[in-house]
C-alpha cells in the first residue's frame, strides 16, 4: 500500500542584483530557469546577459537531479537538473509555482525588486512550467519570455488556466529537433488565446538558446517595464 510523508529539502539559486551606484528605489526582476539537464550556473549567464546590470536576476535549479554521462569515459559523469517527470506531475507543478511564489516575495522583501516588474524566462523543459504558472496565476508576473519550449499538455483540458494580463515573448527554433515548425505554429495559436500580448518569433537555430535573440528580449523587456 503507497503512503507518503512530506520532506523539507533546501533549493539553490544564484542572484546577481544591480550595482549601490545605480539608484532607484525598486528594481525589476528576472526569475529564470534552465532546460532539462542543465544547471542554475549555464542559465545565469544568459540571464546576465539579457538584464545587462539593470534587473535583479535570479536563476533557479531544477529540484531533479540526475547523472549525465561526460564525454566517452563511462565512470566519467556530471550532474544536470529538471522540473519534473509525468510521474505525480501535479507535485512537480505545485513545487515550482511555490519556488517562484517564494523567490517573488524573498527578492521584493530582501532585495528591492518591485513586485509589479516580474519577468520569468525559461528554456526547454521549463517553459511549459512557467505558462503553467502565469495561466494558473494570471496577474503574477508582467512578462514571461519562453525559448525553444513548448505549451502544457492540458492546455485544452485543465480548468486552472485562464488569460493572462501576462506579456509573452515565445522564442521558436526554426532546426528544433523538439517542436516542429506545425508545432510551433500551433502554439501560437494557442498562447494568442490567453497571453495578454503576445510576441511569437522564429530564430535559424537548433535546440539551443539563439543568443542573437537577446538584443530582442531586451528591448521587449524594457518595452513592457511601464
Known amino acids: 500500500m503507497e503512503q507518503h510523508f512530506v520532506s523539507r529539502f533546501r533549493r539553490y539559486y544564484e542572484i546577481e542584483v544591480p550595482r549601490p551606484g545605480r539608484r532607484r528605489k525598486r ?12 544547471d542554475m550556473t549555464s542559465m545565469m549567464r544568459v540571464a546576465r546577459r539579457i538584464a545587462d546590470g539593470k534587473m535583479i536576476v535570479i536563476a533557479l535549479q531544477g529540484p531533479f537531479q540526475l547523472f549525465l554521462r561526460d564525454g566517452n569515459d563511462p565512470k566519467n559523469f556530471r550532474v544536470g537538473f529538471g522540473w519534473g517527470t509525468t510521474w505525480k506531475m501535479h507535485e512537480s507543478v505545485e513545487l515550482h509555482h ?16 518591485e513586485r509589479r516588474q516580474v519577468f520569468l524566462l525559461a528554456f526547454s523543459q521549463a517553459c511549459s512550467y512557467n505558462y503553467r504558472f502565469i495561466f494558473t496565476h494570471p496577474h503574477a508576473v508582467r512578462g514571461a519570455i519562453a525559448v525553444c519550449g513548448g505549451v502544457p499538455g492540458d492546455w485544452a483540458e485543465n480548468p486552472h488556466y485562464k488569460p493572462a494580463s ?23 495559436r494557442q498562447l494568442a488565446e490567453r497571453a495578454h500580448t503576445l510576441d511569437f518569433r522564429f530564430y535559424n537555430s537548433p535546440h539551443k538558446f539563439p543568443r542573437s535573440s537577446i538584443p530582442h528580449i531586451r528591448r521587449w523587456i524594457q518595452k ?3
Do not use: C, M
Not at 102 to 107: E, H, S, V, Y
Open 27 to 38: 528594481w525589476p526582476l528576472l526569475i529564470a530557469l534552465h532546460g532539462y539537464q542543465g
Open 98 to 113: 511555490d519556488d517562484v511564489r517564494a523567490l517573488i516575495d524573498l527578492a521584493v522583501r530582501r532585495h528591492h525588486a
Open 166 to 188: 501576462t506579456h509573452v515573448l515565445h522564442i521558436a527554433a526554426t532546426q528544433d529537433e523538439w517542436y516542429s515548425r506545425e508545432k510551433n505554429l500551433l502554439f501560437r
Open 224 to 226: 513592457h517595464l511601464a
